[in-house]
């Protein structure tokens, strides 16, 4: 019957019905309460939260997930890093700047503690901080972050990764509220060339962002072919 609840809510979301799948994931949620697909299942319903809008809900859902990996042993685990940036953004978005600082901050010294910490891993938790320091408007150490995350990951020969190009997208941001729109623009080219390597809504958000610069800083320029090359 647990395994039949959770399937039952993976294809009520896909059928939109998302009353029916959050019915069917609160039954399978209790059911798998003590199995390793319990934090599966809270991603999955804070996904779902997120869709419909409930805030709250999807907030106390990804706290839930966040007490059970740290209190399972779980930390190294995709699913906490996921846990940890979500409720992160979810935090910063609620206006709870302060739990955002302290659970990013938290984040990192735990990762640059641990020798074994893969660079992607901790230049994507820097990138997060700097971000939320963005939408605080505080420039100085959002682009401290956003640096360190370029840096760490430019050290370790990454420069091709999608993780890089993420980080080069947030920097023009950072540059383009600065009004360096040079930097930005510069920052969003290369960001673009990574990405036309891969299929990506990060290519189409880049896209737009540099012909938004271009538009901007010059009647005569090669914006509509970046769209159309998206």
Do not use: W
């Not at 640096?147 to 947030?170: C, D, F, M, P, V």
């Not at 036309?196 to 271009?214: D, H, M």
Request: glycine share 4%; charged share 25%.
């Amino acid at each position: 019957m647990s395994e039949f609840n959770l399937n039952s809510a993976r294809l009520a979301v896909l059928l939109y019905r998302y009353e029916d799948a959050e019915k069917y994931y609160s039954k399978a949620e209790e059911a798998f309460k003590t199995t390793p697909k319990y934090v599966v299942i809270l991603l999955e319903q804070s996904a779902l939260y997120g869709v419909n809008g409930e805030k709250y809900k999807q907030l106390n859902t990804l706290s839930k997930s966040l007490i059970t990996h740290r209190s399972q042993n779980m930390t190294d685990s995709t699913s906490y890093t996921k846990t940890v940036l979500e409720l992160g953004k979810l935090h910063t978005e609620m206006g709870r700047f302060e739990r955002a600082d302290e659970l990013f901050s938290n984040y990192i010294s735990d990762l640059e503690s641990n020798e074994t910490t893969e660079p992607e891993k901790l230049a994507v938790a820097y990138q997060s901080l700097g971000n939320q320091r963005y939408l605080l408007q505080n420039f100085k150490d959002a682009d401290k972050y956003l640096t360190q995350a370029r840096n760490l990951l430019i050290e370790n020969g990454l420069q091709k990764t999608t993780e890089y190009a993420s980080i080069l997208n947030s920097l023009g941001a950072l540059y383009e509220a600065l009004a360096n729109y040079k930097n930005a623009e510069s920052n969003y080219r290369k960001a673009l060339r990574i990405s036309y390597e891969e299929e990506s809504g990060l290519r189409i958000a880049l896209a737009t962002n540099l012909a938004n610069i271009l538009t901007r800083t010059d009647a005569q320029n090669d914006s509509i072919l970046v769209l159309l090359n998206q």
